[in-house]
């Protein structure tokens, strides 16, 4: 239900269904605390954080029935600290983000839910400075005891979000594999957008590594299903010596 009535592209209408799904009696109470968490997630993403914030203040403080089993109710406390790390980390305030999160996987853990997890995790290894490989390698152990092409699929993000971590480190050859492991995951799991993504991180971290010709046909492969692409055009300008990268 929450993958159908989300369109990250557009958070505002997504905000609506959700609104109208939380406020919806004919939902188990479980249900519509869910919903009020993908609320908050849609107001957060709008830079609303305060009333985010709130929206998830009033589900812990809303009494969960006495007869929700506690993997429903593990469930919605997870989704509160990822939602609620999520806000965080996207005001600045990471430092307090960090407990949230691992709040968030102890949590998922207890719900029995790999993709809550797993989403906990990623967001660890990005805002947990220092500690990015340790969490995307317990998000690998969770990732290896899966067959939920669902929960495979944060496979992408993982790889790709490790990649980034390593290059900016002045790794570029380890992060060259992980930008590989991405698009792996990527054809086998992930979206177009997804895809598309995953293929021209490998690029760009060609260009790092002076591997320009292979990273030079690469975006031009990308150019070709999507001209538009102001990264994909910024990378082809830098790889051709017309004009700065937007990175530059």
């Known amino acids: ?39 908050a997630r849609a107001l957060g993403i709008q830079g609303r954080g305060a009333q985010a914030l709130a929206v998830l203040d009033g589900v812990v403080s809303a009494d969960s029935p006495s007869g929700d089993p506690e993997r429903d109710v593990a469930e919605v406390r997870a989704r509160v600290a990822i939602e609620r790390g999520r806000i965080l980390a996207a005001t600045d305030r990471r430092a307090e983000a960090v407990p949230e999160l691992t709040r968030g996987v102890r949590e998922a853990a207890l719900a029995a839910s790999p993709f809550l997890v797993l989403d906990a995790l990623h967001m660890l290894a990005l805002n947990d400075a220092g500690h990015e490989e340790e969490w995307a390698a317990e998000g690998f152990d969770v990732l290896d005891g899966s067959r939920d092409p669902r929960v495979l699929r944060w496979g992408v993000a993982l790889h790709n979000n490790l990649g980034w971590t390593m290059h900016d480190s002045g790794r570029a050859e380890a992060a060259l594999t992980q930008f590989e492991e991405a698009v792996e995951a990527a054809d086998r799991y992930g979206t177009a957008e ?47 010596g017309e004009e700065p990268t937007i990175e530059a």
């Open 194 to 240: 997804q895809q598309h993504v995953a293929r021209w991180s490998v690029a760009r971290c060609l260009r790092t590594l002076g591997r320009t010709d292979e990273a030079l046909e690469l975006q031009r492969e990308l150019a070709r299903a999507r001209p538009d692409d102001p990264y994909v055009q910024a990378e082809l300008a830098a790889l051709t």
């Open 1 to 39: 239900m929450i993958d159908r009535l989300w369109d990250f592209s557009d958070p505002a209408a997504s905000e609506e269904r959700f609104r109208e799904a939380a406020d919806d009696d004919t939902h188990p109470a479980h249900v519509r605390a869910v919903m009020a968490t993908q609320l």
